[in-house]
């Protein structure tokens, strides 16, 4: 049954709190509406200067369920964590009174800007194709050679491109070309482009041109900091894009086959990029408004199309310099049909058939764009590994959404802790972290290291306290350690921000890590004993572990050994918004 309640808990004077509202005390049995989205109503947690709201069903149930990690969040400095990369950008009209600078000042050398030109071809834009190189080359070039001519519009993607490509490179790279410091060069180009975009006048004026600048910002942005700030502005392209009309296809408004494609190509980038945005910060975005009223962009190379076409092409099978951004975008476009499937309001029962025939038509669609790839060429061959990660995370966690839905209770939930499902999990990861440190796709690491795999991570951390000895718990550990280690050493805000999901991963490792150490301790003594006197892993009683401190955790320790009754996993998945926007 369903409790709800609300708790505040102050730390000193600084009026910090955590509420929570129609939330259950503890994960209730399948049987019990109190976890579905009508009635959670997540967590509230407020700090000194802010708050923060969750809904995601994992987060916020560690939040009600874990005081460590409320006090953590409660007490985090927002203020100060927020100044380690202000992503907030000073773009005039509501939001800003500042006085119009001279963008110019701040403008790299032509050579430099022509360098960062061939960057951005080579590292940013076979992931995105935002621009059609062929027409934005030649006005690129020009706003180089004439920067005080140049349109304002113009000015403002000139920077956007300069901040994409120096993202891009590696510090010594970037020191190289620039003749500084990669954090510097960043924050001097961020400044540039806050100027520019209030001298377009973007908010009141925004313009196709502009909107591309920002959405090109927002891309690499991603990559030094995962704060709110970067969710919010997206939403701020978004409403910009509508203003314009991009959420309608161009053809109803009789524009040219090829103006009409360069909208496609933008709208439905921004679309796809704010579901992974608003995963990152624990906001289960229930529904996205689908655009079906918007025709994919082609599948076609830049110099398949041109201004001057009168005929719209065809998409064409196999890869294409589209088909990388394509599988993001229709993969996320049937990714609503999956939600749809498996979606715990669903009237009619979801079955695994069902599933898997919305999976399969993915799976085609796939395919017929993967399958000229040539692996040794470095944007093809992260096309197909990108595939595989995305498919394969989908598969699995649809999979486990649709285990929740079961009439069944004992043997799907059975199914979700068996070493079949880690070793899957564990494929995933590895396969992750080949395309994170694969040397020929370099030019692409950085956007790939920009999203962790937090539900994948959760998982298998999650696994490992249920389950903290067994098959595959060796390889797991590696790819959980090897996991770490490469987000930390990138250093991003992702890692300490207020509110941020690795926080509970951080959390979630230790509380893993004290389950191993002391399963593993108590194996060492069993082993003393006589043969007749050692139990198995799977009769090995919670009090063996010995006193744990109550939360959700031990309630993990507490439950009995079997693996149906421990905390059901698919509970927890259940809500979750695992986007495909990226790995």
Not at 105 to 131: G, S
Not at 213 to 224: E, P, T
Not at 280 to 296: L, N, Q, W
Not at 433 to 448: E, N, S
Request: aromatic letters at 8%.
């Amino acid at each position: 049954m369903s409790h709800g309640y609300q708790s505040h808990e102050s730390h000193d004077d600084n009026d910090r709190s955590i509420s929570t509202a129609q939330s259950p005390e503890r994960f209730a049995t399948p049987e019990e509406p109190g976890l579905s989205e009508s009635t959670s109503k997540g967590v509230l947690v407020k700090g000194r200067s802010s708050s923060r709201y969750f809904n995601e069903i994992l987060l916020s149930r560690v939040l009600e369920e874990e005081r460590e990690i409320q006090h953590m969040l409660a007490s985090t400095d927002t203020e100060k964590d927020a100044n380690k990369f202000p992503t907030f950008l000073k773009i005039g009209g509501t939001l800003s009174s500042s006085a119009v600078l001279e963008s110019q000042n701040v403008h790299p050398t032509r050579w430099q800007a022509v360098q960062l030109w061939q960057v951005f071809v080579n590292n940013v834009d076979p992931l995105t194709k935002i621009l059609h190189i062929p027409t934005a080359q030649p006005v690129v070039f020009e706003a180089i050679n004439n920067q005080r001519g140049a349109a304002r519009d113009i000015n403002a993607l000139l920077f956007a491109i300069y901040f994409a490509a120096t993202t891009s490179l590696q510090k010594e790279d970037v020191n190289h070309l620039l003749g500084q410091e990669k954090s510097v060069a960043i924050e001097v180009l961020k400044q540039g482009l806050e100027q520019a975009l209030e001298q377009a006048n973007l908010l009141d004026n925004p313009t196709l041109t502009s909107i591309q600048a920002l959405a090109i910002y927002l891309l690499s942005v991603r990559a030094h900091s995962a704060g709110r700030s970067v969710w919010i502005l997206n939403g701020l392209a978004i409403r910009l894009a509508q203003s314009i009309g991009l959420h309608r296809d161009g053809k109803n408004f009789n524009l040219s086959p090829f103006d009409s494609e360069i909208r496609r190509r933008l709208w439905w980038h921004l679309w796809a990029k704010d579901a992974r945005a608003s995963e990152d910060h624990g906001i289960a975005v229930s529904d996205f408004d689908t655009p079906s009223s918007i025709e994919f962009p082609l599948n076609v190379n830049d110099s398949e199309i041109h201004p001057s076409m009168d005929k719209p092409l065809a998409s064409k099978q196999g890869w294409t310099e589209m088909t990388f951004p394509l599988i993001i975008m229709r993969a996320n476009h049937a990714l609503q049909r999956l939600y749809h499937i498996v979606r715990p309001s669903t009237n009619d029962q979801a079955s695994e058939s069902t599933r898997k025939e919305a999976f399969s038509q993915l799976i085609v669609q796939i395919e017929e764009l993967t399958q000229d790839c040539n692996p040794h060429i470095p944007i093809q061959r992260a096309t197909l590994l990108f595939a595989q990660v995305l498919l394969r995370k989908l598969d699995f966690v649809s999979r486990q959404q649709l285990l929740n839905q079961s009439d069944s209770t004992s043997g799907n939930r059975e199914s979700l802790a068996v070493g079949e499902t880690l070793v899957n999990a564990c494929d995933i990861l590895e396969l992750n972290y080949q395309i994170q440190t694969d040397d020929i796709l370099r030019g692409f690491r950085w956007t790939f290291e920009a999203y962790p795999q937090y539900h994948l991570l959760l998982y298998v951390l999650w696994h490992l306290c249920v389950h903290p000895s067994g098959p595959s718990v060796d390889r797991a550990w590696n790819v959980v350690d090897a996991s770490f280690e490469r987000e930390i050493a990138n250093q991003r805000d992702v890692i300490a921000g207020p509110g941020s999901k690795w926080a509970v991963l951080k959390l979630m490792r230790e509380k893993a890590v004290h389950f191993r150490e002391r399963a593993n301790h108590a194996d060492s003594t069993r082993r003393a004993q006589t043969e007749a006197d050692i139990p198995s892993m799977v009769d090995f009683p919670a009090e063996a572990l010995g006193p744990m401190e109550t939360g959700l955790l031990a309630d993990m320790v507490n439950l009995d050994q079997d693996a149906t009754s421990f905390l059901d996993w698919s509970r927890l998945v259940d809500d979750s918004n695992v986007h495909p926007h990226t790995l």
